[in-house]
């Protein structure tokens, strides 16, 4: 009886120290500037884009990078954002908040983006 218990806490602690996987809807922007384009350009977009978090609260978590991949297999795309959603209508709430969409001008207006690659997709885990 005592080593149940014992092992019933073990377990307990084991399972609690596990940390679950992220889940969510994970929707990936990856952009390509035009050649033109500066760093402060870029700095000022990307500081734009994270300011959703802050304003649309269906963000869950808000990620982004620039590409450092030796394979050069990025087709020019350079900078990464990834935002997760805790499910389809959190994300398809995202795509038409105001906030969004606003967003979404200011990439026009800025003339810098040549093009964009969207990919949204919810996680499986390998085990």
């Known amino acids: 009886m005592k080593y149940s218990i014992l092992a019933i806490g073990l377990l307990f602690i084991m399972s609690a120290c596990h940390q679950q996987p992220e889940t969510g809807v994970k929707h990936v922007v990856i952009f390509k500037f035009t050649e033109e384009t500066t760093k402060a350009q870029i700095d000022e977009f990307t500081k734009e ?49 105001p906030e969004h969409v606003k967003f979404t001008g200011y990439v026009g207006e800025t003339g810098i983006v040549k093009e964009v690659f969207v990919l949204d997709y919810l996680p499986t885990e390998v085990k």
């Open 49 to 97: 884009f994270i300011s959703l978090k802050k304003r649309i609260p269906e963000i869950v978590s808000f990620d982004y990078g620039t590409n450092n991949s030796p394979e050069n297999l990025n087709h020019g795309y350079t900078h990464i954002y990834l935002l997760t959603f805790a499910d389809n209508a959190a994300r398809d709430a995202y795509l038409i908040h």
